[in-house]
C-alpha cells in the first residue's frame, strides 16, 4: 500500500464533502431559510447557533481538502498547476479548487465575520457583507461544478476528452 | 440586467456554462 497517496486521497474526498457538501447546505438550504427565518423573527437561532458552526468546519475542511489534495498530486503539483498536458485536467481542477478556497478566506469568513457580530460592524458594513458574501458563496457553488467535473477527468482523460 | 448568481437555478446555470467552456478548452489544448 502507497501510504501518503492513498490516505491522502481518502482524506481529499472526506474533507471535500464536508467543504462542499457545507456550500450547498450554505446556497440551497440556508440562504433560504435565514430568510424566511428574519420574516418571522426566528433567524436568531440560526445566526447563534447554526452558522458558526458550521462555517467552523466549511473553512477548515476546504484547507484540509486543499492540504491533502497538494499531497496527493505530490511530485506532479508543479505540472498539475503549470497546466502541462500530461496533467491539465487535473490541473484545471486543482486551480479551480484553489480559487475557491480564497474565495472562503480572503471573502466569505472575513465578511461573516462582520455579519455574526465576531468583528465589529456598522448596519451598513453588515449589509455590504452579507451581499459580497452571499455572492462569493454563488461563486464558490458556479465553481464546483467545473472543479469536480475535472477532478472526476483528473487520470480519466480518454473518457472525458477522447483523442 | 438581474445578476444570474442572486438565483439558485441561474447559478447552477452558470456553472453549467463553465464546464462547457473549459471543457471545450481543455479538448483543444490536448488536441482533440
Do not use: C
Not at chain 1, 58 to 63: D, H, I, L, S
Not at chain 2, 4 to 25: E, K, M, N, R, Y
Request: hydrophobic share 55%.
Amino acid at each position: 500500500m502507497d501510504w501518503v497517496p492513498a490516505m491522502s486521497r481518502w482524506i481529499h474526498f472526506l474533507a471535500g464533502v464536508m467543504w462542499i457538501g457545507l456550500l450547498y447546505y450554505f446556497n440551497f438550504v440556508g440562504a433560504y431559510a435565514a430568510k424566511a427565518a428574519a420574516a418571522d423573527g426566528t433567524g436568531a437561532g440560526i445566526a447563534k447557533h447554526v452558522q458558526p458552526r458550521a462555517l467552523l468546519f466549511f473553512r477548515w475542511a476546504a484547507v484540509v481538502t486543499w492540504l491533502a489534495g497538494a499531497a496527493l498530486l505530490g511530485s506532479h503539483f508543479g505540472a498539475a498547476f503549470m497546466l502541462q498536458t500530461s496533467h491539465m485536467a487535473i490541473g484545471v481542477g486543482a486551480w479551480l479548487g484553489t480559487i475557491m478556497l480564497l474565495n472562503v478566506w480572503g471573502l466569505i469568513w472575513p465578511n461573516q465575520k462582520k455579519i455574526l457580530g465576531i468583528v465589529p460592524a456598522t448596519d451598513e458594513e453588515k449589509n455590504k457583507a452579507r451581499r459580497t458574501a452571499f455572492l462569493t458563496s454563488r461563486v464558490n457553488t458556479a465553481l464546483s461544478m467545473p472543479m469536480l467535473y475535472f477532478m472526476a477527468a483528473g487520470g480519466h482523460t480518454q473518457m472525458f476528452f477522447g483523442g | 440586467m438581474n445578476n444570474p448568481l442572486d438565483s439558485l437555478w441561474g447559478t447552477i446555470v452558470v456553472g453549467l456554462i463553465l464546464t462547457l467552456i473549459l471543457h471545450f478548452a481543455v479538448k483543444a489544448a490536448l488536441g482533440g
